[in-house]
DNA sequence: ATGTGCCTGGGAATTCTTCCCGATACACGT
DNA sequence: ACGTGTATCGGGAAGAATTCCCAGGCACAT
């Protein structure tokens, strides 16, 4: 085999990264060289440390891990970035590999699946765990945009700040644009989720998983 | 020190649960001795093994772990059951406390923490992560009455109906009332509250149980 | 009687939303 | 290379909602 794979751990989870650190240091040809809790946080250490594979959870707080993934990709587009979520469901497979994820692995994944998908990834290889393939096989191509899909991917980044409680204010300075700007997102998200309520939205968030249940 | 410390292991995501293993593992007084996926399997396996201490998930499929909880306390009352999870509003940590969980641990806590938390409630005595107990601390006894009192009948009513996804003119023609007075009492409501947003408002409706869950 | 708190709304200032518009950038097929 | 489509970003103006301050009517307790 090659050299030891360097990974660089993005979860918000301190216990969960420990666990995912241990996890893959026993495997023997893995280094975890580092550890990020928060999408700036992952874009810095991957340019700083250069990872062979970052292991991103795709649901961080405030900025999320697919946008994460859209950052470092934009300037180091060589990266292997493998995401990491608890959600199966195509539509997150299917925009994390949109947007240029190496692999996809869910949390239901058998621990030594992780090594293997790392393994993969870091070969230059993409991943997908079973289940998710299976997932993906069952709704070939364009079969999940029944309803969710109109959404584009910054609108969906800005229903997950909404459904999380921030104000378009806040979203507008995290995503570094014109609060104006996300307030037309926000008109264009209701418009087409049909919500004319925060309620609605809300739920429309929950029903996509952007945000945990309440 | 004491005989090692056997562990129940709760969670729902297979390379969690591996991870949880090796992190607990290695601090050298604690055997992780069973792995359980689910509410009803943890109940037969605590049973079975009769683990010092089970670590739980708060957030399982169908089951829910306090409710795991309740069942294992019902015919094991001296098990110890430390539960883990992503939440730390008062109003979980509370609901697994009066459960009788013997602990309550978030995933943001450091991870050494797991394993003082084990060690904790396997000597016998309780424990709370340190943003845990915080949260805790701020609302001391019957937390969650303390702030739906200040709120009024009418801004009750008015909430519960905001929160169901009713427009303020809706809620006007539906009370008989001005609409600029729904609005008035929607006002003092995100000020008692303190909720800058839609979505805010709408959480904490949820919290006091206004409304039924997402 | 008097103070207190709630419900009710008006008025004015402010902020947010909506709808329409154009500019830029980027991917895609021809 | 070129047009086409789409996403993102914002400006402008009209309209709607929110906030803050205020005040009358009412119930209720001291």
Same mark, same amino acid.
């Given at each position: 085999?090659? #050299? ?10 301190? $216990?969960?990264?420990?666990?995912? @650190? ?5 495997? %023997? ?9 928060? #999408?700036?946080? &992952? ?15 795709? *649901?961080?707080?405030? $900025? *999320? %891990? /697919?946008?994460?993934?859209?950052? /470092?990709?934009?300037? +180091? !587009?060589? #990266? ?19 947007? %240029? ?8 994944? #058998?621990?030594?699946?992780? $090594? ?13 765990? !079973?289940?998710?393939? +299976?997932?993906?096989?069952?709704? !070939?191509?364009?079969?999940?945009? &029944? ?19 921030? *104000?378009?204010? +806040? /979203?507008?300075? +995290? ?8 307030s037309n997102h926000q008109s264009?998200?209701r418009q087409k989720l049909g ?7 809300? @739920?429309?968030?929950?029903?996509? %998983? ?5």
């Amino acid at each position: 085999m090659s #050299a030891r794979v360097t990974v660089l751990l993005v979860d918000d989870h301190a $216990v969960v990264r420990e666990g995912y @650190r241990r996890l893959l240091e026993v495997s %023997g040809g893995i280094t975890v060289v580092g550890e990020a809790c928060s #999408a700036a946080e &992952a874009y810095q250490m991957f340019c700083i440390l250069t990872p062979d594979v970052a292991v991103m959870d795709i *649901s961080l707080p405030g $900025v *999320s %891990g /697919i946008e994460a993934l859209r950052r /470092i990709l934009t300037h +180091q !587009p060589k #990266a292997r970035v493998l995401m990491f979520s608890m959600y199966e469901d195509a539509i997150f497979v299917r925009r994390a590999l949109d947007a %240029g994820a190496a692999g996809y692995l869910t949390k239901a994944a #058998a621990p030594r699946v992780m $090594v293997e998908a790392v393994a993969t990834v870091a070969s230059g290889r993409r991943f997908l765990s !079973p289940d998710v393939a +299976q997932a993906l096989a069952l709704r !070939p191509v364009g079969a999940e945009r &029944a309803t969710p899909d109109v959404l584009s991917a910054r609108e969906f980044e800005v229903l997950k700040l909404l459904a999380e409680g921030c *104000s378009v204010n +806040q /979203i507008a300075q +995290q995503l570094g644009v014109n609060p104006k700007t996300v307030s037309n997102h926000q008109s264009s998200i209701r418009q087409k989720l049909g919500a004319e309520t925060a309620t609605q939205l809300l @739920r429309a968030a929950l029903r996509l %998983g952007l945000i945990p249940p309440l």
